[in-house]
């Protein structure tokens, strides 16, 4: 599989990432077959969360594959804290109590990415900064991002820290575009047009900071998944049309559109199939052509001005 530089980081990560939020639903022989699945398929990069399973899903995944130095250096990790029961919780405690579960759950020594997991109203980036300077000093943490901010929210957090924040996990699919449909309509009166999130896409450009979209077959806020679904016929027989053009499935072409944006995005996928693991990483060999994206952007129910 491809690989991209994970934002300004030396890491180079597969252009796809596998999402561990379900694997707490797992048994070991399950999630053993699908973490070797997806390493047989270029995948190295593994999404965590404290939250996930309350933890349950960092533990099975390092039983899963009895985590051990010579597993582990073939492997990036990466995972989340900041969501608690009812707040949301960047206080310097609370992160570092987090990555120290985290450790312990994954049997291992250091994590290679952490996230800040939803943005934190009471957030004091000093507070914010001696957690990370003492997770990067103790070798603990080797480089930090962030889940669901804004470039101002970014910038706020980067005029403390003494480290960079590589990466961005934002919401993001064929069926949710929010953050292109803004740049595609500006000076205009429509809907579209809102900037919700503050040209986060561009500002990571600019910036080089990875964009990792998550929920990639999602439509709304957890609303469903959109292939497949009787509800959006045209994006399904538009998706099927491209399947048949490349020889995949209409689960490759939704992540091809995604990996064929600019941007280098890397979708985080949690798909626990192994079959649609194997359509899913097809995807990081085709490259649609410029008016394929923008036919089935518009299939989606976007309209161009």
Known sequence: ????????????????????????????????????????????????A??????????????????NPSIREKMIIQTKCGIRNGFFDFSKDHIINSVEGSLKRLK??????????????????????????????????RHFGVSNHNPYQIELLKKSLNQDLIANQLQMSLMFTPMIDAGLNVNMQDEPAYVRDGG?????????MTI???????????????????????????LQHYADKYNVTKTTIAIAWLLRHPAKM????????????????????????????????????????
């Open 1 to 48: 599989m491809r690989q991209i530089k994970l934002g300004t980081s030396d890491l180079n990560v597969s252009t796809i990432g596998l999402g561990c939020m379900r694997m707490n639903g797992l048994s070991i022989e399950d999630a053993n077959r699908v973490i070797e699945n997806a390493l047989e398929l270029g995948i190295n990069f593994f999404d965590h």
């Open 50 to 67: 404290d939250l996930y399973g309350q933890g349950k899903s960092e533990e099975i995944f390092a039983e899963a594959i009895d985590m």
């Open 108 to 141: 291992t020594d250091y994590i290679d990415v952490f996230l800040l997991h939803r943005p934190d109203a009471l957030v004091e980036p000093e507070e914010v900064a001696e957690a990370f300077d003492h997770l990067y000093q103790s070798g603990k943490v």
């Open 200 to 208: 986060i896409l561009d500002y990571s450009r600019l910036h080089n």
């Open 212 to 238: 990792q979209p998550w929920s990639p077959f999602q439509y709304g806020f957890f609303e469903g998944v959109f292939i497949d679904n009787d509800k959006f016929p045209e994006v399904n027989q538009k």
């Open 266 to 305: 890397q979708p985080i996928v949690g798909t626990m199939n192994r079959e649609r693991l194997k359509e899913i990483a097809k995807a990081a060999e085709i490259t649609l052509l410029r008016e394929e994206w923008y036919d089935l952007y518009r299939t989606a129910g976007n309209r161009l001005p």
